[in-house]
């Protein structure tokens, strides 16, 4: 690849996000993250990582971190600090995002055993605070968020 370094590094992680070889064009984007200079205005180190972290699985992350430890050591501590720090954000997302599906679907549950049992909607917004068209919007938020969570 020719070019100045960002642009060396954008069609590196448009080919690891597209294509094979990842993990060979991943390694060349950690070698050449060292030689982007630091010159105060957009963080492109932050942006390229930002990037990986967002196209790639978890596998291959870990294995960007490793490469970034050992092949860019003079900013290494830097990228993987950054991408340790994007990681537990996805973290605590995903986590937060469980929970709030896990709410929904006791919900949903209880709703659908009320309903099983013959209990009147009456009732049921009375035992539970939702009525018939808050509990089908109810169940269009949990499929939502398998969706994306499956994704």
């Given at each position: 690849m020719?070019?100045a370094?960002r642009?060396?590094?954008?069609?590196?992680l448009m080919?690891a996000?597209y294509?094979?070889?990842?993990?060979?064009?991943?390694?060349?984007?950690a070698?050449l993250?060292?030689e982007?200079?630091?010159t105060?205005?957009?963080d492109?180190v932050?942006?390229?990582?930002?990037?990986v972290v967002a196209?790639q699985?978890d596998?291959?992350?870990?294995e960007?971190?490793?490469?970034?430890?050992?092949?860019?050591?003079?900013?290494?501590?830097e990228?993987?600090?950054?991408a340790q720090q994007?990681?537990s954000?996805?973290e605590?997302?995903?986590k937060?995002?469980?929970?709030?599906?896990g709410?929904?679907e006791e919900r949903i549950?209880?709703?659908?055993?009320?309903?099983?049992?013959?209990?009147s909607?009456?009732?049921?917004?009375?035992?539970?605070?939702?009525?018939?068209?808050?509990?089908?919007?109810?169940?269009k938020q949990l499929?939502?968020l398998?969706a994306?969570t499956?994704t």
């Amino acid at each position: 690849m020719k070019g100045a370094i960002r642009g060396r590094i954008t069609q590196l992680l448009m080919l690891a996000a597209y294509h094979e070889p990842v993990r060979e064009a991943l390694l060349a984007v950690a070698q050449l993250l060292g030689e982007i200079p630091r010159t105060g205005g957009i963080d492109y180190v932050r942006v390229f990582v930002r990037y990986v972290v967002a196209t790639q699985d978890d596998e291959i992350v870990s294995e960007f971190d490793e490469m970034l430890k050992t092949r860019a050591s003079d900013t290494g501590g830097e990228i993987v600090t950054y991408a340790q720090q994007l990681l537990s954000e996805g973290e605590r997302k995903g986590k937060l995002e469980g929970k709030l599906e896990g709410k929904l679907e006791e919900r949903i549950a209880l709703i659908n055993g009320f309903l099983r049992a013959g209990v009147s909607w009456s009732t049921i917004t009375e035992a539970t605070g939702v009525d018939q068209m808050q509990f089908e919007e109810l169940q269009k938020q949990l499929a939502q968020l398998a969706a994306q969570t499956a994704t």
